[in-house]
């Protein structure tokens, strides 16, 4: 049984409640963040932090928490259900009213919860094989850089990635990839460059995009943030995709075709491993 958070309290999962009333369930007026824990510590945390502040900035949601108290509810959940290796996610949403598309009267206390969720990030098989995505138009609303819990499009498209054996999606808009359901997209030119979307309203601005694109520089890689196009793909060497949930993941194949020799690559292969030793290295 987990330990979850509600708001302020620690509570057996089975314990846990929420209004119906909550305009999180009513109108997914809420944000969220999926933090990874290594070893039972927090791997950027404090970026983490600063998205979930401009999410909750472009959307006009107060939230009274502090960085600290963030912090603390983080530690006591990892702590609480013994989680050596995994996630904590949590959400805020502005709270219950009476059902109104406009936003309920000021002072309408947040619902804040927390849970988390044990996963095998440093020894993952997929890691090891590589996975296969569908490409899907992309169909979801023109801000997609604000972290909400509106998933309902990706999660239709997961769903029909799962049904075709394939194990992700990703999203396609004008001939041009946007990013993956749950994670942003990659690929390695045949001149080793690394080319990923730029940031915009199109695509969440990665807080694992942002680690590995330093790592790549550090390693002295030529990187392009641009959008690459489908037929880009058809001449990759590589490709992958990052989220905290995968860190570096390789891309073998992309809509039933081979990327490259259809093997994890060597670029994907070296960012993971950097990657993962600085989160080791850096994680509270
Ligand atoms: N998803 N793009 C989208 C649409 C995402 O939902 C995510 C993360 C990312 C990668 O962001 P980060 O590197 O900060 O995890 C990109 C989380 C993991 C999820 O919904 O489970």
Same mark, same amino acid.
């Given at each position: 049984m987990r330990t979850v958070f509600v708001n302020g309290n620690y509570v057996d999962e089975n314990d846990a409640k929420i209004s119906v009333f909550d305009r999180g369930f009513l109108f997914a007026d809420g944000v969220y963040e999926v933090t990874s824990v290594l070893g039972g510590k927090l791997v950027d945390f404090e970026g983490h932090f600063a998205r979930l502040r401009r999410s909750l900035g472009e959307l006009e949601m107060g939230f009274d928490m502090s960085r600290d108290q963030l912090l603390d509810m983080h530690r006591e959940l990892v702590s609480r259900n013994r989680l050596d290796e995994g996630l904590v996610y949590m959400q805020v949403t502005r709270g219950a009213a009476d059902r109104d598309f406009a936003f309920p009267p000021e002072g309408t206390p947040n619902t804040v919860v927390g849970f988390t969720q044990s996963l095998n990030l440093l020894d993952s098989p997929k890691a090891k094989t590589g996975i296969s995505v569908? @490409?899907? %138009? %992309? @169909?979801r609303w023109g801000r997609c850089d604000i972290k909400t819990v509106q998933l309902?499009?990706?999660? @239709? =498209?997961? /769903?029909?990635? *799962? *049904?075709?054996? #394939?194990?992700? $999606?990703?999203? =396609? *808009? +004008?001939g041009f990839v946007t990013e993956g359901t749950a994670n942003n997209a990659y690929i390695v030119t045949k001149e080793g460059t690394i080319v990923t979307r730029d940031l915009s309203p199109s695509i969440l601005s990665g807080i694992? *995009?942002? $680690? =590995?694109?330093?790592?790549? +520089?550090? @390693?002295? /890689?030529? =990187? #392009?943030?641009r959008p690459f196009s489908v037929e880009e793909i058809a001449n990759a060497k590589e490709a992958f995709t990052t989220a905290s949930t995968i860190f570096v993941m390789p891309v073998i194949e992309v809509e039933g075709k081979k990327v490259g020799d259809g093997q994890p690559g060597p670029v994907a292969r070296k960012l993971r491993e950097i990657y993962i030793e600085e989160s080791l290295k850096n994680a509270i």
């Open positions: 569908i @490409l899907a %138009d %992309d @169909l309902l499009y990706p999660s @239709l =498209v997961s /769903m029909q990635a *799962r *049904r075709q054996g #394939e194990q992700g $999606a990703w999203l =396609v *808009r +004008d694992t *995009r942002k $680690a =590995v694109l330093a790592c790549a +520089d550090k @390693l002295q /890689m030529k =990187v #392009e943030e």
